[in-house]
């Protein structure tokens, strides 16, 4: 069974994301970060973290990240935020602009590279080009190859 909400459940689920805030910062994670014990503790962690930054912050930088035109800026610019990471990164990103981003998760870099998940930003964005240059091959949407590459190695697990 496919873990990932579909974009449409995405939408009713957090609505059109027009500006970040800590209570959508905070539905994402708990979507994200779910089921195990570890999980869990990523979660609050970030959570944690988040909680002292005050919210025209959040709002800011989340604004300044999308109306950057260089993609690494963006990225880097929502990485600086006090707990989230990459993982966190491609969430909010997705929830944003699920055409163009997709969820930087374990189970699809695995199905892609055959390796452990290597985590940082530099990878994040090899992630998306790859997803990306995947889909474009096949002509497919970028989320149906990452949803597949993520199910398939699911299965696996």
């Known amino acids: 069974m496919d873990q990932r909400p579909s974009d449409k459940w995405t939408e009713e689920k957090f609505g059109k994301v027009g500006h970040l805030t800590k209570p959508f910062l905070g539905k994402l994670a708990k979507w994200k970060f779910q089921g195990t014990p570890v999980m869990l503790n990523r979660r609050e962690r ?5 909680e002292p930054v005050p919210e025209p ?4 930088t989340f604004e ?8 690494e800026s963006r990225l880097r610019l929502l990485d600086g935020l ?6 966190m990164v491609s969430v909010i ?13 374990t189970h ?8 452990k998940l290597k985590d940082g ?28 590459l993520f199910q398939r190695n699911y299965k696996k697990a």
């Open 46 to 50: 970030i959570l944690s973290r988040l």
């Open 57 to 60: 912050i959040i709002k800011q």
């Open 64 to 71: 300044k990240a999308i109306l950057e035109s260089d993609e």
């Open 82 to 87: 006090p707990g989230i990471g990459p993982a």
């Open 93 to 105: 990103l997705t929830a944003y602009n699920p055409e163009s981003y997709r969820v930087f998760d």
């Open 108 to 115: 699809a870099w695995k199905e892609l590279y055959r390796t």
């Open 121 to 148: 930003i530099t990878n994040l964005m090899k992630f998306l080009e790859d997803i990306r240059h995947k889909a474009r091959a096949h002509g497919l949407p970028a989320r149906d190859v990452e949803k597949a």
